[in-house]
């Protein structure tokens, strides 16, 4: 049972941060703090994602002469193919498959962009109404909601 | 181009629609543009007369007008139910015309030119319901009309007005959008067409369910035959002038409502269908409901015309009470309603008009002694109330024998009691009218005489009654050419 | 096809690319001009270069042809592949004719509602938004998508929160859509993980291979479906997940509402369409699962719920918005449908719904730009003071309540039929209540307009003052369009059909 635990050991780890981040941005009223929330919440994707990573018995992903299918047409599972390694190569090595890591760092962009919208959000809000807490902004706005002006 | 059947189809809905801007052209030359407006009602009942003969004879011209969405068809088809539609429709409008210049000269209305217009348009209108060869030319069509005839409810322009043409909008608008179309959309996908053909378009086995949601959907959808609850559209637009609630809110609209449900049972559903659905029996008491209660609400009208409108929503139940019973007998009687009827009302709402123009009187209570004054106008008021009573030698007589035929036909007996009541209820509001012209004594005789005097001058507002009063005389001598001439669109073996 | 040949053959062989790659190129450019004037002519001339390039990609597949192109001359499986078919052609084509327009449109009314330093910043923002949303249409990878969707959304989110200098409340709008669109994201991206996981690709065509051998796989691809489902509906406003749409809707500028309306549910939609059927097989028990009870659930659900919110609106381009979540919910009962007829219909609604929205935001964003208002009291007498901008928006409203000769009748006509044959009445049953609903809605706001006087101010009663040409041009087009499509709907059927046939290729033409 412990090394069952071990060895899903990553993936607790992601859920648990999965679920707290995603908690933190419900459950909070802060702007702030569901910003911070939201960041937990795709960290932990990149964890995920970083943790599928490690292939056992894989080969580097380099397409050799005799491997070679490039005609799209055939459509086979090249990808994959690399990674899991070709039938009868199976080696112990522990491999790290680089197509995940390419796509976090991507991922990881994308959320530093989000993040950066969302403060600069924020920022704009508290400039407009002095306050970050939704109860207060919602109160703020309640004439204005109430009777849907623009003015 | 030869004149053909064909050629005649297209005209009876081209001659008003080309009138129209002829009557805008003309708007400066009063005499010349209310020439127009007969000269084009002669041509159209000259060609509609042509049409009813050819009709007659056997033949069904058809056109199609175009195609849209890839597979709905506009298209025109004639058959004799439509055929006598056009008629009421296309003579009335002459002799409306004639009354219509009487009473807007005579009452100094604003915006004439446009009344003219629409008039024409809506006419158009319902010459298109008259001879719709589908469900969705007659939607079309029925949208049309209900366009056409806004502004004319709306004409005064003050606040009442507007408000009665808002309820006429919504009213028809939104049943026609609501349950009219999914009713149209419902009948194509089950039945493949919305073809308009002898003996219903739906498949055998076609669920009841089914039938009996889509016959609701039909009969509250169209709107324009004033079914209950959805009637109130019909009191509301009396904030028109006579000449429209006359010719429109008695024959066009309403008629072209009750006709679409006749044409609707008798053409997409068959009457065999239509009486198997058990929905028919739900709607045909509803229609008996509608003409006992609406019968009560006349009676406690004091203006006119409201007495006439909330008459009209009884009437015009009979038509639907006798397409829901689907028996031979009662769907003759239907068709003749809708004739009879068409000329007893338009009698009475021209009568109305005539006194509202002479005497400037709109509420029953002060017609007293108005009859002596105005011998013409309110014998021809009593004739019309006996039409639509139903007492021969009155046309309207007919239908209601038919009716009651037709009930007993097809086994519901028990809606004679509905019908019975409605007569005795139609005696007490619509008589004792008549009779307080004549018989009561003048509230101010002095008042009177001078009456007497402008009715000299307003001829037009008074001679157009009497011939429709005298029509409906006639007309008792012609119901059996006319039920003659539908025998062929009712399927009489499938009983 | 006559058409293509004038097209240069670059363009024929590097169409799909181009598409992408311009108005990302153009957007960082504009973000560096000077002067407003420079970036609207490039955001014109950009929308109008793609608007193009998609017709000539439209035209290539309309035989039902497939383009496949190897970004950077990496062959698929291993590289990015972008592939163009009859489903996503025709989703290309109209985010890009949407965008042409609205640029168009949007020359008058940025001026009115984005303060002067920020008006090239924002058809930057706007030009890499369109080069998202094309992006995430036209690859055919998964990963690629995930980019791109959040390409468009970031941008998205700085673009509705530049309705600040016209309404504050643009600000928490843009936090929430951030918030919720992120999340979606994030779903998504968790969704991907699994599928990766499972499949060991991130190729389209090839996660399609393998999980038709895996038979669906484990409970690893059921997991991923899940979160991709969330993910996808959140960004396309599946009903319980909608909430961020009013906000964004009802406080962008005009331009952006207008925009949104009209692409960026559409696309997102396309995605669903792609994963369920293409990716994922509707033989899948637990994909038939999600699309019988989920989708067609949900979406009933949301034509009822969103069309009686519509109702209770004040602010109009809220009745608008919620209004548009019903119309997603007839565009999931098409897909939850899954017979060619109903994916032709679904698919049918979503272009003429874009087309429809796309109009009647323009004519609001009219009437704000003349006369400042939003509410639905505002539209008292509006036929009299801006009959032509009111003439549009009344055809584009009876376009969605669906009334004959409009392109609304066509796709609820089709989607009504499919339902009957399919044996489903109640379907039928709530789009004809939704229908009424979208009468209520749309006829409150006609009859405010027809029946009542103008306001007056001051004693006077408010002047007629027309929208300037360039809103009325762009919003008629897209009205009579509209019309075109209820007369005569040819051309979009088969488009939609083309798109069915890709998504349920075995019974492609069996069934009508």
């Not at chain 3, 407003?36 to 109008?48: N, W």
């Not at chain 3, 499972?198 to 997991?223: C, K, Q």
Request: charged residues 10%.
């Amino acid at each position: 049972m412990l090394t069952a635990f071990f060895e899903n050991y990553n993936y607790y780890v992601v859920i648990i941060l999965m679920m707290t981040g995603l908690y933190v941005v419900f459950s909070s009223r802060n702007l702030i703090k569901k910003l911070s929330g939201l960041s937990v919440f795709q960290t932990s994707v990149f964890l995920l994602y970083i943790t599928i990573g490690k292939v056992e018995g894989g080969q580097p992903p380099i397409v050799s002469e005799n491997h070679a299918s490039n005609d799209s047409s055939v459509m086979v599972a090249g990808g994959g193919e690399a990674a899991i390694g070709h039938a009868g190569q199976m080696s112990d090595v522990l491999y790290s498959n680089p197509l995940p890591h390419v796509l976090i760092l991507t991922a990881i962009v994308v959320g530093v962009a989000t993040l950066a919208i969302g403060l600069a959000l924020t920022v704009r809000i508290r400039e407009t109404y002095g306050t970050i807490e939704e109860d207060e902004l919602a109160m703020l706005d309640y004439t204005y909601n109430l009777e849907g002006t623009d003015a | 181009m030869t004149y053909s059947a064909e050629m005649a189809l297209a005209l009876t809905l081209l001659i008003p629609l080309i009138a129209a801007p002829l009557i805008l052209i003309c708007r400066s030359q009063t005499n010349i543009r209310e020439a127009v407006t007969l000269i084009a009602a002669i041509l159209l009942l000259v060609n509609v007369a042509n049409l009813v003969v050819t009709v007659a004879g056997g033949a069904r011209p058809t056109l199609l007008l175009g195609t849209f969405a890839g597979e709905f068809d506009v298209s025109l088809t004639l058959e004799p139910l439509g055929a006598i539609f056009m008629a009421i429709a296309s003579s009335l409008w002459l002799l409306n015309s004639l009354f219509a210049i009487g009473y807007m000269r005579g009452n100094n209305e604003k915006n004439q030119t446009r009344f003219y217009v629409f008039v024409a348009i809506a006419i158009s209108a319902a010459m298109g319901i008259a001879a719709a060869g589908n469900l969705i030319t007659l939607f079309i069509f029925y949208e049309a009309l209900t366009l056409s005839t806004f502004p004319l409810v709306t004409h005064k322009g003050d606040a009442k007005a507007k408000r009665g043409g808002t309820i006429y909008a919504l009213i028809l608008m939104g049943t026609s959008l609501a349950l009219f179309l999914p009713a149209i959309v419902g009948t194509h996908v089950i039945a493949g067409t919305t073809e308009f053909r002898v003996g219903g378009v739906f498949p055998e086995g076609t669920s009841l369910l089914a039938t009996s949601v889509l016959l609701f959907l039909f009969a509250f959808g169209i709107g324009k035959a004033a079914l209950m609850p959805v009637h109130p559209w019909l009191p509301n637009a009396m904030v028109a002038p006579t000449p429209v609630s006359a010719l429109l809110h008695a024959v066009a609209v309403v008629k072209a409502g009750v006709f679409s449900i006749l044409k609707i049972v008798i053409f997409t559903f068959g009457p065999a269908v239509t009486a198997a659905t058990p929905m028919s029996t739900i709607l045909s008491w509803v229609a008996a409901i509608s003409i006992v209660v609406a019968s009560l609400i006349a009676l406690r009208q004091d203006n006119l015309k409201a007495r006439l409108a909330y008459s009209t929503v009884s009437q015009l139940s009979y038509v639907t009470l006798g397409a829901m019973l689907a028996a031979p007998a009662a769907l003759v009687g239907a068709g003749l309603q809708i004739v009879m009827h068409a000329w007893g009302k338009i009698t009475l709402f021209m009568c109305a008009g005539a006194i509202y123009t002479v005497a400037h009187r709109t509420n029953i209570s002060s017609f007293n002694g108005l009859g002596r004054s105005m011998p013409w106008v309110f014998g021809a008021f009593l004739v019309g109330s006996l039409s639509i009573i139903g007492i021969p030698p009155m046309g309207g007589s007919w239908p209601k024998y038919f009716l009651m035929v037709g009930a007993i036909d097809s086994g519901k007996a028990i809606l004679l009691a509905a019908l019975i009541m409605s007569s005795i209820l139609n005696v007490i509001y619509l008589t004792p009218i008549a009779i307080r012209g004549f018989l009561k004594p003048p509230d101010n005789p002095e008042k009177d005489t001078e009456i007497r005097a402008i009715a000299k001058a307003h001829p037009w507002v008074i001679i157009p009654p009497v011939i429709t009063a005298m029509g409906a005389l006639i007309l008792f001598f012609f119901a059996g050419p006319i039920s003659d001439f539908l025998i062929p669109v009712l399927p009489l073996d499938s009983f | 096809m006559s058409l293509i040949s004038f097209f240069p053959d670059w363009m024929l062989t590097h169409g799909a690319a181009f598409l992408v790659v311009v108005p990302l190129i153009a957007g960082a450019i504009a973000a560096i001009l000077p002067k407003r004037q420079i970036a609207a002519a490039l955001t014109v001339a950009v929308s109008f270069i793609c608007m193009l390039t998609s017709l000539l990609l439209v035209l290539q597949i309309i035989d039902g042809q497939t383009i496949n192109y190897a970004l950077g001359g990496w062959d698929a499986p291993h590289g990015i592949a972008y592939v163009v078919d009859g489903l996503n052609a025709p989703i290309l084509f109209l985010i890009s004719a949407i965008g042409f327009l609205v640029s168009v449109y949007g020359m008058p009314t940025i001026i009115a509602e984005v303060e002067p330093k920020k008006r090239a910043p924002f058809y930057a923002a706007f030009l890499i938004c369109l080069a998202g949303l094309l992006g995430m249409v036209v690859t055919g990878d998964a990963f690629n998508v995930f980019v791109f969707l959040e390409v468009s959304s970031i941008s998205t989110y700085s673009l509705v929160a530049m309705g600040a200098s016209r309404d504050r409340r643009a600000l928490t709008a843009a936090y929430n859509y951030l918030i919720m669109g992120s999340i979606g994201a994030t779903f998504f991206v968790i969704g991907l993980g699994f599928l990766y996981m499972e499949t060991g690709t991130l190729n389209m065509a090839d996660m399609a291979v393998i999980l038709r051998e895996m038979e669906g796989g484990s409970r690893v691809s059921e997991i991923a479906f899940g979160f991709i489902i969330v993910g996808l509906g959140l960004k396309l406003a599946m009903f319980p997940l909608h909430t961020w749409l009013p906000g964004a809707y009802a406080h962008s500028p005009s331009m952006v509402t207008v925009f949104l309306a009209s692409t960026a549910t559409k696309a997102a939609l396309y995605l669903l369409l792609r994963f369920v059927f293409t990716i994922f097989d509707v033989s899948f028990n637990y994909v038939f699962d999600v699309e019988i009870y989920l989708l067609a659930g949900l979406g009933m659900v949301g034509m009822i719920l969103g069309s009686l919110q519509a109702i209770f609106q004040t602010d109009i381009r809220r009745v608008l918005a919620y209004s548009s979540v019903a119309q997603v919910g007839y565009m999931l009962l098409g897909v939850g449908l899954g017979t060619a007829a109903g994916l032709t219909a679904g698919y049918l609604h979503l272009m003429n719904h874009a087309v429809i929205k796309g109009a009647l935001f323009m004519a609001l964003g009219a009437f704000w730009y003349r006369y400042g208002i939003t509410r639905v009291t505002d539209f008292n007498g509006l036929s009299k003071s801006m009959p032509w901008t009111m003439g549009a928006f009344t055809l584009g409203g009876l376009s969605l309540i669906g009334v004959p000769f409009t392109a609304g009748f066509t796709s609820k006509f089709r989607l009504v039929e499919a339902a009957f044959l399919k044996g489903w009445w109640w379907a039928v049953a709530i789009i004809v209540v939704s229908s009424v609903l979208a009468i209520i809605y749309i006829g409150r706001l006609l009859l405010a307009a027809y029946f009542q006087s103008p306001p007056e101010v001051n004693g006077h009663v408010v002047a007629k003052n027309e929208a300037p040409l360039l809103m009325l041009i762009p919003m008629w087009f897209l009205v009579l369009l509209s019309i075109a499509i209820g007369i005569n709907a040819d051309i979009m059927v088969d488009l939609a059909e083309g798109a069915a046939s890709v998504l349920l290729p075995i019974s492609a033409g069996a069934t009508p």
